[in-house]
């Protein structure tokens, strides 16, 4: 039985929007997870000029980046949180395994977060908001921050039993959850592990482990979090949605096409979201794949005619 199908239906019940506060553990766990990738992405660039970055540390680095962020947006966003396709239990399992090397939370908390996201969008209730402060410069500036980052280190663990009843349903998934922790060990040691037999030295360990895990982390949750934030002030609104998010190309290859995020709130279920001509999204065409190797069916491809009922009229 393939338990992860679709959103559930009563996203505004009477269910509480929050879960018990993160414990002191927890919290400092986060801070880790979320500090150091950063600083060792802020030391990439002194540190590339004058030494430690191989070729062994660049391939490493990109295929932990396809396999992790492939993860998130084919997995935990497309399939897990939307339902735009349905899946056998072996892809169902990868994608929930490669999106938790992610080091972005476990799949059903990640789901409950995101369909809170889309239940409150841009009102009182979306965990990360940027218009929450107001709509001064200084106000979005503020929001901004929070929206990118700040709101993961609130503590607040949005309602798993509210927003993902059909995860905590699936026994995957919930072995997955549990297995969170080892993952992440993976997705940093990993590449050290990589990096030192490939070039049987501690050096290239330690270089892989630092871009290949680090920077590689970093880079990538800096990515998902310009859509949270950047893809909800800057860009195009081509559709009507009913909040601000918008379209932001720029980040369309590094976010596997989750930067066409106007198209995405007008038709969340759909599995493409870049919809228009020219509009980059490998998410989607990795979907496809799936679709034709027999491991993924019932895709939500996008529909001409809901499309043209939701597009905007363009400026005079």
């Given at each position: 039985m393939n338990a992860v199908t679709t959103m559930p239906d009563q996203l505004s019940g009477p269910k509480p929007l929050l879960?018990?506060?993160?414990?002191?553990?927890?919290?400092?766990?986060?801070?880790?997870?979320?500090?150091?990738?950063?600083?060792?992405?802020?030391?990439?660039?002194?540190?590339?000029?004058?030494?430690g970055l191989a070729l062994v540390d660049i391939l490493i680095a990109v295929g932990i980046y396809l396999l992790s962020g492939f993860g998130v947006t084919a997995g935990f966003h497309r399939y897990l949180t939307h339902g735009s396709f349905k899946a056998n239990r072996a892809l169902r399992i990868g994608l929930a395994v490669a999106g938790s090397l992610a080091v972005q939370g476990s799949p059903t908390q990640w789901v409950a977060n995101h369909r809170r996201h889309h239940a409150f969008s841009d009102r009182e209730g979306d965990p990360h908001s940027p218009w929450r402060y107001g709509t001064s410069v200084l106000a979005v500036l503020k929001g901004l921050g929070y929206a990118h980052i700040g709101w993961m280190l609130r503590r607040e663990l949005s309602n798993r039993s509210r927003f993902a009843p059909d995860l905590l349903a699936d026994r995957d998934m919930r072995v997955v959850g549990r297995l969170f922790g080892p993952l992440v060990a993976v997705s940093l040691l990993g590449p050290a592990v990589l990096g030192g037999l490939i070039t049987w030295s501690w050096v290239g360990a330690l270089t892989a482990f630092f871009w290949a895990g680090l920077v590689r982390m970093a880079l990538l949750h800096h990515v998902t979090w310009a859509v949270n934030s950047v893809c909800h002030v800057f860009g195009e609104r081509p559709f009507a949605s009913k909040d601000k998010a918008t379209n932001f190309w720029p980040l369309a290859i590094m976010s596997f096409g989750e930067s066409w995020h106007n198209s995405h709130h007008a038709d969340p279920t759909g599995a493409r979201h870049g919809v228009l001509r020219g509009q980059i999204d490998p998410s989607a065409r990795l979907i496809w794949v799936f679709e034709k190797l027999g491991w993924a069916h019932d895709v939500r491809w996008p529909n001409a005619q809901r499309l043209a009922a939701k597009r905007n009229a363009p400026a005079a």
């Amino acid at each position: 039985m393939n338990a992860v199908t679709t959103m559930p239906d009563q996203l505004s019940g009477p269910k509480p929007l929050l879960d018990a506060r993160q414990g002191g553990a927890a919290a400092v766990t986060m801070w880790l997870f979320v500090v150091l990738p950063f600083v060792a992405l802020l030391a990439a660039i002194p540190l590339a000029w004058g030494w430690g970055l191989a070729l062994v540390d660049i391939l490493i680095a990109v295929g932990i980046y396809l396999l992790s962020g492939f993860g998130v947006t084919a997995g935990f966003h497309r399939y897990l949180t939307h339902g735009s396709f349905k899946a056998n239990r072996a892809l169902r399992i990868g994608l929930a395994v490669a999106g938790s090397l992610a080091v972005q939370g476990s799949p059903t908390q990640w789901v409950a977060n995101h369909r809170r996201h889309h239940a409150f969008s841009d009102r009182e209730g979306d965990p990360h908001s940027p218009w929450r402060y107001g709509t001064s410069v200084l106000a979005v500036l503020k929001g901004l921050g929070y929206a990118h980052i700040g709101w993961m280190l609130r503590r607040e663990l949005s309602n798993r039993s509210r927003f993902a009843p059909d995860l905590l349903a699936d026994r995957d998934m919930r072995v997955v959850g549990r297995l969170f922790g080892p993952l992440v060990a993976v997705s940093l040691l990993g590449p050290a592990v990589l990096g030192g037999l490939i070039t049987w030295s501690w050096v290239g360990a330690l270089t892989a482990f630092f871009w290949a895990g680090l920077v590689r982390m970093a880079l990538l949750h800096h990515v998902t979090w310009a859509v949270n934030s950047v893809c909800h002030v800057f860009g195009e609104r081509p559709f009507a949605s009913k909040d601000k998010a918008t379209n932001f190309w720029p980040l369309a290859i590094m976010s596997f096409g989750e930067s066409w995020h106007n198209s995405h709130h007008a038709d969340p279920t759909g599995a493409r979201h870049g919809v228009l001509r020219g509009q980059i999204d490998p998410s989607a065409r990795l979907i496809w794949v799936f679709e034709k190797l027999g491991w993924a069916h019932d895709v939500r491809w996008p529909n001409a005619q809901r499309l043209a009922a939701k597009r905007n009229a363009p400026a005079a």
